[in-house]
């Protein structure tokens, strides 16, 4: 057993855990705010098909990226996507000054006033958009963060060598037993500490950046070698600037009193449960 492939393995895994658990809380409170304004029976039957189409869509997309990923254009644009909805976050959270947490909670609330008597099939039509949306950012986000792991010399799954797929599929089935029952301490974490947010989404950024590499080093177009984008300082250089991003994020987070009015950690409680 090579213990340094294993670890490299098992690094890429516990940051995907992480990342996956914020995703996941995201996906959780915007599905709770989606179907808050449904009778409780509906409002239980919208959430199980919102979960379900969460596990339908996130391992969809596990499947057909595994496929596609050695095509240098979906990787490009993979790369320009995480490099768009990071940019994006990050801008409008900076801009308004305000957590997405309680932004979604506004809209889902104006919503719910607005449109009390959408419909029961409507609201889950909306859930499983909302799940797509989800499962591309969470697929994408690791795919990009294992594409660069050494063979393990399992036989491939897709266009993915056997190991970097089982480690996407075990941070996918992570993130999905998060949403479902570790939900609310992700979401109390945000709603503490809603600066970690800016800090997860600079870390989709520097994924995507990653993405950008390997893009790049693509034998289709050459302009980086490939030896660099597997190089072993490239490497460390980005898991160095990833702890760095959350450790930053971390101590730059100022803690927030809980509401006690507002508490969304209550509300995904109550709905998920």
């Known amino acids: 057993m090579d213990w340094g492939l294993l670890l490299e393995y098992g690094w890429v895994l516990l940051v995907l855990v992480a990342l996956e658990g914020l995703l996941a809380a995201d996906n959780a409170l915007v599905l709770a705010i989606m179907v808050k304004h449904l009778p409780d029976e509906e409002r239980k039957k919208a959430l199980f098909y919102g979960l379900a189409g ?139 500490r809603p600066g970690l947010e800016i800090a997860a989404f600079f870390i989709v950024g520097w994924v995507g950046v990653k993405l950008a590499v390997i893009t790049l080093a693509h034998p289709s177009l050459g302009v980086l070698s490939e030896d660099f984008a597997h190089s072993t300082w490239w490497k460390l250089t980005f898991y160095v600037v990833l702890v760095l991003i959350a450790t930053i994020g971390w101590f730059m987070s100022s803690k927030v009193e809980e509401n006690v009015g507002e508490n969304p950690v209550k509300e995904v409680d109550k709905q998920l449960n």
């Open 54 to 192: 969460a596990f339908v869509f996130r391992f969809g997309s596990l499947f057909v990226i595994s496929y596609l990923v050695d095509i240098w254009q979906v990787q490009a644009i993979g790369a320009i996507y995480l490099l768009f909805i990071a940019g994006n976050h990050i801008f409008r959270k900076l801009l308004f000054k305000k957590p997405v947490t309680d932004e979604a909670a506004e809209s889902g609330t104006d919503a719910a006033v607005s449109k009390k008597k959408s419909s029961f099939w409507f609201t889950v039509f909306k859930v499983e958009v909302a799940d797509i949306a989800f499962a591309v950012d969470s697929i994408l986000a690791a795919v990009a963060l294992a594409v660069a792991l050494p063979a393990s010399g399992l036989p491939k799954i897709g266009g993915l060598d056997g190991g970097q797929f089982l480690v996407i599929f075990a941070g996918g089935f992570i993130g999905l037993v998060i949403m479902r029952f570790a939900a609310s301490f992700f979401v109390k974490l945000l709603h503490t």
